[in-house]
């Protein structure tokens, strides 16, 4: 035992000599998952992170060269397509399933899941901050003598990917502050523009908020469908940025219904990635559909338009 604890300092040791030595946190994170995956022998080491109450998103993976990317295939997860193992993780707990064919019968959802991506064997370990989850760390098909050594790594590991995401946000915000300082004779243009943010995670719009408020604009926010329709009671935006799925209902509704009839243009902003939704968005009346994630420069440009629009400049 005192070996094994020996060699799993060792090992966490030089994951963060990995870390130290990278030029920022983003390529921490990419050698740190590559140091994983060829050390550990795993086909894919990967980092999900949370994207709002429904869905969590794959943002860095290593992979084997005959392993097809996760990033690529599946970028996004619903997070029922895990019940109940989800609900598992965010008590702080870690899944190691050293054989998926035995899930068939007691976790037949799941199975499926993870039959379609190959997966074998998996461990998963939650990304914690102040008893909240934020993502996970998780490996595929891990040599099944290996997985509990794995599974002990990963829980101390994942503490310190959790952390290298925040050093990441930390320096957006940092770069948005030193661009808000540079002086912009296009944004004169913005002043007295209002723009609703409205999504269920409030990161997002703390982010966003972030983004856009540099751009000139007033920024209103909601975290539902309610407390957006009270705004519309009082406030007028000249765009609204807006999530499709809310807890109290569905975006699209909100647009068709509220948005469309006002003559407020609608950029929508949501996980769904799918042909069919971004049709029945612009359906409802939306003036642009964007996928998270998306870069800063994308909102900005869509808001801008939108801008335009009620303008008449797109008349």
Same mark, same amino acid.
């Given at each position: 035992?005192?070996?094994?604890?020996?060699?799993?300092?060792?090992?966490?040791?030089?994951?963060l000599k990995k870390i130290r030595?990278?030029?920022?946190?983003?390529?921490?994170?990419?050698?740190?998952?590559?140091?994983?995956?060829?050390?550990?022998?795993?086909?894919?080491?990967?980092?999900?992170?949370?994207?709002?109450?429904?869905?969590?998103?794959?943002?860095?993976?290593?992979?084997?060269?005959?392993?097809?990317?996760?990033?690529?295939?599946?970028?996004?997860?619903?997070?029922?397509?895990?019940?109940?193992w989800y609900e598992r993780l965010?008590?702080?707990?870690?899944?190691?399933?050293?054989?998926?064919?035995?899930?068939?019968?007691?976790?037949?959802?799941?199975?499926?899941?993870?039959?379609?991506?190959?997966?074998?064997?998996?461990?998963?370990?939650?990304?914690?901050?102040?008893?909240?989850?934020?993502?996970?760390?998780?490996?595929?098909?891990?040599?099944?003598?290996?997985? +509990?050594?794995?599974? !002990? %790594?990963? $829980? &101390?590991?994942?503490?310190?990917?959790?952390?290298?995401?925040?050093?990441? /946000?930390?320096?957006?915000?940092?770069?948005?502050?030193?661009?808000?300082?540079?002086?912009?004779?296009?944004?004169?243009?913005?002043?007295?523009?209002?723009?609703?943010?409205?999504?269920?995670?409030?990161?997002?719009?703390?982010?966003?908020?972030?983004?856009?408020?540099?751009?000139?604009?007033?920024?209103?926010?909601?975290?539902?469908?309610? +407390?957006?329709?009270? !705004? %519309?009671? $009082? &406030?007028?935006?000249?765009?609204?940025?807006?999530?499709?799925?809310?807890? /109290?209902?569905?975006?699209?509704?909100?647009?068709?219904?509220?948005?469309?009839?006002?003559?407020?243009?609608?950029?929508?902003?949501?996980?769904?990635?799918?042909?069919?939704?971004?049709?029945?968005?612009?359906?409802?009346?939306?003036?642009?559909?964007?996928?998270?994630?998306?870069?800063?420069?994308?909102?900005?440009?869509?808001?801008?338009?939108?801008?335009?629009?009620?303008?008449?400049?797109?008349?």
């Amino acid at each position: 035992m005192k070996e094994n604890a020996a060699y799993n300092e060792q090992f966490v040791g030089e994951c963060l000599k990995k870390i130290r030595k990278a030029p920022d946190a983003e390529e921490g994170l990419n050698q740190l998952l590559r140091f994983l995956g060829e050390r550990l022998e795993c086909d894919r080491v990967y980092v999900f992170e949370e994207m709002d109450r429904q869905h969590i998103h794959n943002n860095y993976e290593w992979c084997r060269s005959h392993v097809s990317s996760g990033i690529q295939e599946l970028p996004y997860v619903a997070k029922k397509d895990l019940y109940p193992w989800y609900e598992r993780l965010a008590d702080g707990e870690n899944i190691i399933e050293p054989d998926v064919e035995s899930l068939q019968k007691s976790d037949p959802l799941i199975y499926e899941f993870l039959q379609r991506q190959n997966i074998r064997s998996v461990i998963l370990s939650p990304m914690m901050a102040q008893g909240k989850i934020h993502g996970l760390l998780g490996a595929d098909n891990p040599p099944p003598e290996k997985m +509990e050594h794995i599974s !002990i %790594l990963f $829980e &101390v590991l994942a503490y310190f990917v959790c952390s290298l995401v925040g050093q990441r /946000d930390l320096l957006m915000l940092r770069k948005l502050r030193a661009d808000r300082q540079k002086p912009n004779p296009e944004l004169s243009g913005h002043n007295g523009k209002t723009i609703l943010l409205v999504d269920d995670s409030r990161e997002l719009l703390y982010l966003n908020e972030r983004i856009l408020r540099p751009q000139g604009y007033t920024i209103l926010s909601a975290g539902t469908l309610r +407390e957006a329709g009270k !705004i %519309l009671e $009082e &406030v007028t935006p000249d765009v609204i940025v807006l999530d499709i799925d809310l807890p /109290d209902g569905s975006g699209l509704a909100f647009c068709r219904e509220r948005c469309s009839r006002a003559d407020i243009p609608v950029v929508f902003l949501t996980a769904h990635s799918d042909a069919q939704t971004a049709k029945e968005g612009m359906e409802a009346g939306g003036f642009a559909f964007l996928t998270k994630p998306y870069d800063v420069e994308e909102l900005q440009r869509a808001v801008t338009d939108a801008m335009d629009r009620k303008a008449g400049v797109f008349a």
